[in-house]
């Protein structure tokens, strides 16, 4: 149970799972850079020592591994699943009264304590340019607050179990922003923040919020955690770091008193400027927006305090090793939230959001003389309409019949799905709705379409498990290389536009029509590089969902019409990347080949396995 991240970064460095960084490191790219290459080798926490043009420390991947997350956690994590186990089936704290005692007791030394006097962040009065100011990808927009903790209050009903905590991220540096001034705050006006704002606009006055960076980890966490309404942040950072949340009112404004950097400001009425370009979680930048800007009022610094940040990119990175800690502690809590759910899985390939794969239950068939999806649609709706995974644009869902099923072996499940799925019965389209806030595929912030392939009853088809000769010798769509049973990648030209490309890919549906031979391939895919799609299930799952809206960009072979719903024989879905298209994140090749002086003989990362 630790007071602050300095014991936590002491304690993880005592049993091995933390490394200092000696090296004097630069925060353009650098410090970034060095930090990727140490996740992706499955190597330590790092703590950077001295940071260009900061007098602050910086820790990264601190949660990079779901082993060192739970070890983090490791005094609080079984009884926190045991309150989450308990909200899902209060009756079993009525069942065994005695047995979830201290589950209650837990519950209650977890409320938030309001301290009076001094606190421990304002030992130093800073401003924004004493901070690291880590930029992370090339093209980013400035300097950006990876992990911050950003606290609001409701107009209306203020106080701290009104309020919202959540992970926002906010822009220091760049762009318009006046340096030491001003910060931009990104966040999505469904979120706990924007509903404050809202009201807060409605009435006239500007709302205050507080950033806070660092404090113990249970405080990081808790800001991610998508809790449900009426459940507090602050409750909860409570209950799973064992201690309770300690704050204090500054000059008007909410403070933990445990943060290691506190920034204090207000959102006025209706005042944005340009936010981003930030390399984002898809693996694509997210572009320039209006934002809310924050007006800074003071910056505090505790004494050893210490800057976490995280880099986030095309997945897996730190924040997959969240969202599994995540699942550790809550379990498949969707299932009790939604009837007839047994599994939703959010596909961290295909950047989260973009693609969902679930098992529902079909109950309505004994009535029926065919086994097809009935209650599966219906569940699909509920998902389609459940806080997050609300922005999904795919979800493939299915129940289980003579065989269980697992959607985390995800090359299993969708051919399971493929090999049952009528394509002219088990599409169905939601168009001109809202999509992730990230997701550039439909042309316009938030908007885009979604799709639902819900199968169930006896297999249809053998998928093909090598490339059928009626894809081969294609004028124009060459390449073919089989992806996974029943899917087959084409490569082609650029996209140009969606009129030539609704005529290009016409002229292969019709050639295929006439073909034939194509039973056991349901979906054909239409990219740019076939032989990286199919190079890797994780790369197909990437390019496929993040570039391809449902209702643009899936046509069909022998497709129609049959009362407004659509279908085909063959699925053939554009995964090329188009001119709306946010651009991919590369990394810096000069940076690259600078960060190498870090993991050579004798340098602090030199030694550590694996690196």
């Not at 168009?431 to 379409?449: A, H, K, M």
Request: negative net charge; glycine residues 10%; charged residues 25%.
């Amino acid at each position: 149970m630790y007071k602050s991240l300095e014991e936590c970064v002491l304690d993880l460095e005592r049993h091995g799972h933390l490394v200092r960084v000696r090296e004097e490191i630069d925060p353009h790219l650098e410090m970034a850079a060095v930090h990727l290459r140490v996740y992706e080798a499955g190597g330590p926490a790092l703590l950077f020592e001295k940071v260009g043009g900061s007098r602050f420390p910086a820790v990264s991947n601190l949660f990079g591994t779901l082993e060192r997350s739970k070890f983090i956690f490791r005094h609080t994590l079984e009884a926190v699943q045991q309150i989450v186990r308990l909200r899902d089936d209060p009756m079993q704290a009525l069942k065994h009264p005695l047995r979830n005692l201290s589950s209650g007791f837990a519950a209650l030394k977890a409320l938030p304590m309001k301290q009076a006097g001094g606190f421990p962040v304002a030992e130093q009065q800073i401003r924004i340019s004493d901070l690291p100011l880590i930029r992370h990808w090339p093209d980013d927009g400035g300097a950006f607050i990876t992990l911050p903790q950003v606290y609001s209050e409701d107009p209306d009903k203020p106080g701290a179990m009104n309020a919202n905590l959540g992970m926002y991220r906010i822009q220091l540096s760049g762009n318009d922003y006046r340096l030491n001034e001003e910060v931009g705050v990104h966040y999505q006006i469904h979120r706990g923040i924007g509903i404050h704002q809202e009201k807060a606009t409605r009435r006239g006055e500007p709302l205050k919020v507080s950033c806070f960076v660092g404090g113990p980890p249970a405080h990081m966490l808790s800001a991610v955690m998508p809790l449900p309404e009426g459940l507090s942040e602050l409750l909860f950072a409570g209950l799973l770091g064992g201690r309770r949340f300690r704050y204090s009112y500054q000059d008007g404004f909410f403070v933990s008193n445990d943060a290691d950097f506190v920034i204090t400001g207000e959102l006025h009425p209706l005042e944005t400027k340009p936010e981003g370009p930030f390399g984002d979680h898809l693996g694509y930048y997210s572009l320039v927006h209006p934002f809310p800007v924050m007006k800074v009022r003071k910056v505090y610094a505790k004494k050893n305090a210490i800057w976490p940040f995280t880099v986030v990119g095309r997945p897996p990175q730190e924040d997959t090793s969240f969202g599994e800690l995540i699942h550790e502690i809550t379990g498949d809590a969707i299932s009790g939230e939604i009837p007839g759910v047994k599994e939703v899985h959010a596909v961290d390939a295909a950047g989260v959001h973009p693609l969902l794969l679930a098992i529902g239950s079909e109950r309505y068939t004994p009535y029926m003389k065919t086994k097809k999806p009935t209650e599966l649609l219906t569940i699909a709706s509920r998902i389609l309409g459940t806080n997050q995974l609300s922005l999904a644009k795919y979800l493939f869902i299915t129940a289980e019949d003579e065989r269980p099923l697992d959607t985390h072996n995800i090359e299993e499940f969708l051919a399971y799905i493929l090999e049952r799925i009528d394509l002219r019965r088990d599409l169905h389209f939601h168009t001109n709705t809202t999509i992730d806030t990230l997701d550039y595929s439909g042309g316009e912030l938030n908007g885009g379409s979604k799709v639902v392939f819900a199968a169930y009853g006896d297999a249809r088809r053998e998928l093909c498990r090598d490339v059928p000769e009626s894809l081969r010798g294609l004028r124009g769509f060459e390449h073919a290389r089989l992806v996974m049973p029943g899917v087959v990648a084409l490569q082609a030209a650029a996209f140009g536009s969606y009129e030539l490309a609704g005529r290009e890919l016409g002229g292969l549906a019709e050639e295929l029509r006439s073909r034939g031979g194509l039973d056991g391939c349901p979906l054909l895919l239409v990219c740019d590089d076939s032989g990286f799609v199919a190079d890797s299930l994780a790369n197909f799952l990437w390019v496929a969902f993040t570039r391809s809206n449902p209702s643009h960009d899936i046509h069909g072979v022998n497709a129609a019409f049959d009362h407004k719903h659509w279908g085909c024989d063959n699925v053939i879905l554009d995964i090329r990347l188009k001119p709306h298209h946010a651009p991919p994140l590369v990394p810096d090749p000069a940076v690259e080949k600078s960060i190498d002086r870090f993991f050579v003989r004798g340098a602090s990362l030199g030694g550590v396995r694996g690196l």
